[in-house]
């Protein structure tokens, strides 16, 4: 005779998802959204084709606005950040 378990292992798999959000913020943080930026123009003005070197980018997300100054000269689009303590 075939015995039928009440709760299978198989019913706790949707555990998984919530897991991995938690893990995922504890280790990247929030997404903040580019707000607004700075480039510096060499005459391109709105080009959308041209290369811009980035001086000043700006985010907005769930821990408030800050500003940031690129290294590199690039904004993505999406940064996370944890939540500063202190």
């Not at 039928?4 to 292992?9: D, F, G, L």
């Not at 997404?31 to 123009?41: A, G, L, V």
């Not at 821990?63 to 996370?80: A, S």
């Amino acid at each position: 005779m075939r015995r039928v378990w009440p709760v299978r292992p198989s019913y706790f798999i949707w555990t998984l998802v919530p897991i991995a959000l938690w893990l995922a913020y504890t280790t990247y943080g929030l997404p903040h959204m580019k707000w607004s930026y700075s480039w510096r123009d060499t005459g391109q003005g709105y080009d959308i084709s041209a290369t811009r070197y980035y001086t000043r980018c700006t985010y907005i997300g769930p821990y408030g606005e800050f500003t940031i100054i690129p290294l590199n000269g690039r904004c993505d689009f999406l940064l996370f950040r944890k939540k500063e303590t202190g």
